[in-house]
């Protein structure tokens, strides 16, 4: 699968509002359905799947989130990027902790084989210091997405 024809720049949102991890589900839930990516189950089947598997990560250079449901809320692959105005709670992936996270990468596959594969490139690409630096100061949905496609 070719990551790169996940990433949409309608599915950018830099000044995501949410005083909690719940609001911003139910804030990109209720966009990606608006734009047909996922059906109805989709703000439960993430927030159940995140309770079990929690996806926040502390890379070295940045906090992030991955958060993905099973593949039958998916109606078309994407990764949706979320940067918030306010750090949320979320809990670290393996462990469990709390951890404060900015920047969420909502992850939508319709084949459960390519998760892994998807989930490996974000890590991959959040470890690499040039790119997080050049993520962190674009401020334009356009940038972003041709910094996304270039590097994925």
């Given at each position: 699968?070719?990551?790169?024809?996940?990433?949409?720049?309608?599915?950018?949102?830099?000044?995501?509002?949410?005083?909690s991890e719940e609001r911003v589900f139910e804030q990109v839930a209720d966009h990606l359905k608006e734009l047909g990516f996922v059906n109805d189950g989709y703000l439960n089947g993430i927030?159940?799947?995140?309770?079990?598997?929690?996806?926040?990560?502390i890379t070295q250079h940045l906090n992030?989130?991955?958060?993905?449901s099973d593949p039958e809320y998916i109606e078309k692959p994407f990764v949706y990027i979320a940067r918030l105005k306010n750090?949320?709670?979320?809990?670290q992936m393996g462990d469990s902790q709390e951890m404060g996270v900015k920047n969420l990468f909502f992850l939508g596959i319709k084949d459960p084989k390519g998760q892994v594969g998807l989930l490996?490139?974000?890590?991959?690409?959040f470890m690499k210091e040039e790119f997080v630096q050049a993520f962190m100061q674009e401020q334009d949905e356009k940038n972003i997405y041709q910094l996304f496609t270039q590097h994925i």
């Open positions: 699968m070719d990551y790169k024809e996940m990433f949409d720049q309608q599915l950018i949102s830099l000044e995501v509002e949410g005083e927030t159940a799947r995140e309770e079990r598997f929690p996806t926040g990560l992030i989130a991955l958060p993905h750090e949320v709670k979320v809990k490996q490139a974000f890590m991959e690409l």
